[in-house]
């Protein structure tokens, strides 16, 4: 089955659904939620950013990924036409990202929220995108203006964007070949989505939500 943005936007849809609220097969939970995650970085002798920091580098970290992708289980039926491996991706990455904003006190289950969440996956064009869809926005901005703004002409308008830069994204790292699923290899998430590029999805979300920047 050829990919497309379609694919990748309902991909989107149930990765998120997945992060916030967890997953269960025959009544054995084997996905934790992103209230399950904000929950374990939350300490109180700590600021909001270090305990956000704290969690990005956990999730970036070996014991975080390694290995996530053959132990998810359900996951390969999550979203038809896109690899079990890729969708693990998301599932991982938007967990974050919704833990981060839970963390930072909003709420992951508006759609305002989740379309932010959406954003973050395009790292430091997250700014571009908002932008482009209308929102007039500086170098400090405050997020909740920016949930305001966020009209359900707009929120179409950026998780068009950012459905059709993953796709573009996954096309460029190869995930994609003359049409067709190329599977990763081994055990990991392979290069397209490595450590390095869940952590810059974490700092911008912590931008965002903690430090009212993009």
Do not use: H
Request: glycine fraction near 10%; charged fraction near 15%; include cysteine.
């Amino acid at each position: 089955m050829e990919l497309n943005q379609s694919i990748v936007s309902k991909a989107l849809s149930t990765a998120y659904d997945k992060a916030i609220n967890g997953f269960e097969v025959q009544g054995i939970k084997v996905l934790d939620s992103a209230y399950d995650l904000a929950k374990d970085y939350i300490n109180d002798s700590k600021t909001l950013e270090a305990n956000v920091t704290s969690l990005i580098n956990w999730q970036c970290g070996k014991s975080a990924i390694s290995g996530f992708v053959t132990n998810l289980g359900g996951l390969p039926a999550m979203a038809v036409g896109l690899p079990a491996n890729l969708t693990s991706v998301l599932y991982i990455q938007l967990r974050m990202v919704a833990a981060i904003a839970l963390m930072a006190g909003f709420n992951p289950k508006s759609d305002q929220v989740q379309t932010l969440a959406y954003a973050c996956l395009t790292g430091s064009s997250i700014g571009n995108i908002i932008k482009n869809a209308g929102i007039k926005i500086g170098e400090k901005v405050a997020v909740n203006y920016i949930k305001k703004s966020l009209t359900r002409e707009v929120i179409n308008k950026i998780n068009s964007a950012v459905s059709f830069r993953l796709l573009t994204k996954f096309g460029e790292k190869g995930i994609i070949n003359a049409g067709k699923f190329v599977p990763f290899v081994g055990g990991g998430i392979g290069g397209a989505f490595d450590a390095a590029s869940t952590k810059a999805i974490g700092n911008v979300a912590k931008n965002l939500f903690v430090n009212n920047k993009v």
